[in-house]
């Protein structure tokens, strides 16, 4: 089943029947999620070609999928999806006049947090971090609020501080999603920080060592250069990429004696 996290006000309309139609943009995060819902074998094209208007009879079947309103509130349908143009997308993405995956809203299946089409309110206070100590020198307050991930541009809610602004909460939006492309960068950044947690254990921040083999390691992951070599006394490292992606680092020790008279 895909979940579609989007606001209040859609999930209400959702359940209210005003909102019957519900507008995606065609990118590689919403096709993966659509394809894999027909779940349909084959060809990538023909499914495709299979949801444009008039095509086939992949677009008027039915399934199930949930808007919800980042946990607060949500909507189980049946859809049925297309690929069409709407005269007007109002949804975060949309564009007039281009082709988007629209979901034609059939059933509501099963409703949470909504009661008499309106978003339940437990009458309490924001959820707020403890904020410590008495006297604690600084105290931070969040709430929830909502992000958008830089990567698939979905709507996300997340608990931040009051005083991020809306790149900040868009960055964090974007750290936190399950999306492809973000789950791919937080592993780019784990790989990142355990090579760097190594490198810190082994060199000397003394004469630029340190320094040294964190850029070098940076600019090979990056894809800037190939590889690096960096000897040090008798030690040789080679920095580089394996076949997998990952960071590697390969360090031969040379001991030899010579002696002069």
Known sequence: MLTITTNK????????????????????YWTKRIIKLLDAGGDERAILDSLTDERGTASSLEHEVTFTAGGVASATVKVTIRIGVLDQVKVTGGTEGVDHFILTIKDVIEVRGITNGKIEDDGGEPDVEVVGMPNAPAVRITTKQTGFCKY??????????????????????????????????????????????????????????????????????????????????????????????????RTTYRDSNEETF
């Not at 959702?14 to 590689?28: C, F, L, N, Q």
């Not at 492809?180 to 790989?191: G, L, N, P, S, T």
């Open 9 to 28: 006000e859609q999930v209400q309309g959702i359940v209210g029947r005003s909102v019957k139609e519900y507008a995606m943009p065609i990118t590689d």
């Open 152 to 249: 698939c541009n979905q709507a996300r809610m997340i608990e931040a501080p009051d005083n991020f602004s809306p790149a900040d909460l868009n960055e964090q939006a974007s750290a936190e999603c399950d999306c492809d492309e973000a789950v791919r960068q937080r592993e780019r950044r784990a790989k990142m920080e355990a090579a760097g947690a190594w490198a810190k254990n082994v060199f000397s921040q003394q004469d630029g060592q340190l320094q040294t083999v964190l850029c070098a390691i940076r600019s090979t992951f990056e894809g800037a250069i190939d590889y690096v070599t960096v000897k040090i006394g008798k030690q040789t490292h080679k920095i580089d990429t394996d076949s997998d992606g990952m960071i590697r680092i």
